[in-house]
C-alpha cells in the first residue's frame, strides 16, 4: 500500500514565524503535490513537483514555497505565517503523469496561526 | 479552466439504502476521474476511477458511471452504512496531458442506523 506521511497532525504557529510542513512517500512517485483545503473551498493546490528539484506553482502559491531535494521527501514552507493561512494542509503523491493518475493523500496537518 | 461540482451539499441516507452522488465537469477533455472519500480528520481516501473509453465501473458495493456526452459522472453506494459517513468528492483530470488534477468541493452523506 502507498504511504503518505506527514510530520505533523496539528500545529500551532504564530504570526511571522517560519514554518516547515513535511510530507514523505514511500511509493517512488514522481509526482508530490501540496494542498489546502477549507470549508467551502474544496482542495485548492498550492505547489507540485514532477521529479527532484522541480516545482510549479499551483493555484495559490502566494506565501509558500517548497522544497524537493529527494524523491520521497516535499517540504511546504511558510516563510512568514499568517492568520489566513489557517488551514488543513494535505500532502499527496502519484506516479506518472501529474492529471492522469491516482493521488494519495497524508493524513494531513491542521495549521492554526495566532 | 476545469471546474468540477457536485450538485448537492449533504445527501443523508438510511442504513442499508443505496446512495447516488454526483458530479459535474466541465472540460470536455478530461479523460480521467477518481472518487475520494474523506472522514473526519482524515485525508482523502482513494474509493474507485474510472477512464473514459468506460461508462461504468464497479468495485465492492460501490458503482461510478461517467456520462460523456454530459459530462456527469456519479458514485452509487449500495447498502450504505454508518461508516460510509464521510465527504466524497470527485476530481477530473487528462491521462495525456500534465495538467493537475481538479477537485469538486465535496457532498456530505450522513447514514442514520
Known amino acids: 500500500d502507498v504511504k503518505v506521511t506527514q510530520s505533523s497532525r496539528y500545529l500551532v504557529k504564530r504570526t511571522g514565524e517560519k514554518v516547515f510542513l513535511e510530507c514523505v512517500q514511500d511509493?517512488?512517485?514522481?509526482?508530490m503535490f501540496w494542498y489546502r483545503q477549507d470549508p467551502g473551498l474544496g482542495l485548492r493546490l498550492i505547489y507540485f513537483?514532477?521529479?527532484?528539484?522541480?516545482?510549479e506553482k499551483g493555484d495559490i502559491p502566494e506565501g509558500y514555497s517548497v522544497s524537493r531535494e529527494k524523491k520521497e521527501r516535499f517540504s511546504l514552507i511558510l516563510e512568514s505565517a499568517s492568520t489566513n493561512q489557517t488551514s488543513m494542509y494535505l500532502c499527496?503523491?502519484?506516479?506518472?503523469?501529474?492529471?492522469?493518475?491516482?493521488?494519495?493523500f497524508g493524513p494531513g496537518t491542521r495549521l492554526t496561526v495566532l | 479552466g476545469e471546474s468540477v461540482g457536485l450538485h448537492l451539499p449533504t445527501l443523508s441516507v438510511q442504513e442499508g439504502d443505496n446512495s447516488i452522488i454526483n458530479c459535474a465537469y466541465s472540460n470536455s477533455a478530461s479523460d480521467y476521474f477518481i472518487w475520494y472519500k474523506q472522514e473526519s480528520g482524515k485525508g482523502p481516501q482513494f474509493i474507485i476511477d474510472i477512464r473514459s473509453n468506460m461508462d461504468k465501473r464497479q468495485g465492492q458495493r460501490v458503482t461510478v458511471l461517467l456520462n460523456k456526452t454530459v459530462k456527469h459522472l456519479s458514485l452509487q453506494i449500495a447498502a450504505t452504512q454508518p461508516g460510509d459517513s464521510a465527504v466524497y468528492f470527485c476530481a477530473g483530470g487528462e491521462l495525456s496531458g500534465y495538467s493537475t488534477l481538479t477537485f469538486g468541493k465535496g457532498t456530505m452523506l450522513l447514514v442514520s442506523p
Open positions: 499527496a503523491s502519484s506516479s506518472g503523469l501529474a492529471g492522469g493518475d491516482t493521488q494519495y
Open positions: 513537483s514532477y521529479d527532484v528539484k522541480m516545482k
Open positions: 511509493m517512488d512517485h514522481e509526482n
